[in-house]
């Protein structure tokens, strides 16, 4: 399902888990022992019910390398008949998202490469989310081996409800066909200038990583499906 590529990663709340190593300890470290036992499927009574829509997707004309904007839509939880043996109790909870993921085909196989998913947004089914807490889901803060589940690296850029920066788009606007601007991206308080508020988000690498053929610096040109910076593996 992912890629064997030694630059493949996942960039969940603020923390990156590099290479198959990092993206099993977790998947299978600490989801599926947390939520299902260790078990490689479901579990009577768990409910994870993952919806992925809008999809936006760019292939470069390569055709080895692809790119995916898309919205998750989560309802998870447990049913009440658990609750007694079941470690974490009874809960349930929404959960919303976006992603920003770049696949490559490996051996004629597509596969994950770099998968970013920003869960920007939770809620206890009953309270709904205007009463979220912060930090719902809390950050990491202890790197892996240090954390035997823990991610490679903790990252500063972080976004959490109520923060609703926008996503970062990977491709031009589809109707001017130009870069959108970083401050339209930012979400300054209610009357306030944007100056003032948190940065935008980006889609840069980790360190050590590059793009061939990437045109870093220049402006999007008619017809470009994807952002010059963020192009990959292209044709001249």
Not at 29 to 35: E, I, K, V, Y
Request: charged residues 25%.
């Amino acid at each position: 399902m992912f890629s064997d590529h030694p630059d493949a990663y996942i960039e969940f709340l603020g923390s990156r888990y590099r290479g198959k190593a990092g993206i099993k300890r977790l998947y299978q470290g600490r989801f599926q022992n947390l939520f299902v036992a260790g078990r490689n499927g479901p579990i009577h009574g768990f409910l994870l019910d993952h919806i992925m829509m809008q999809d936006i997707v760019d292939v470069d004309p390569t055709g080895t390398h692809a790119w995916c904007r898309m919205r998750a839509l989560m309802q998870a939880g447990t049913h009440q008949s658990i609750e007694d043996y079941y470690p974490p109790g009874h809960k349930q909870w929404w959960e919303g998202g976006l992603y920003e993921n770049e696949y490559i085909k490996e051996n004629g196989v597509w596969k994950l490469f770099r998968y970013r998913y920003f869960p920007f947004w939770h809620s206890e089914y009953h309270r709904g989310w205007s009463h979220t807490k912060r930090n719902y889901v809390p950050w990491a803060t202890k790197t892996f081996p240090e954390d035997p589940v823990g991610p490679d690296e903790i990252i500063e850029q972080k976004m959490m409800w109520p923060d609703t920066r926008v996503i970062p788009f990977h491709y031009p606007h589809p109707v001017t066909g130009e870069r959108i601007k970083a401050d339209d991206l930012r979400a300054p308080k209610f009357g306030e200038e944007v100056e003032g508020s948190e940065p935008a988000l980006g889609l840069d690498l980790p360190e050590g990583q590059v793009r061939p053929g990437a045109r870093v610096g220049e402006d999007p040109k008619k017809g470009d499906r994807v952002l010059p910076e963020l192009v990959q593996n292209t044709v001249e």
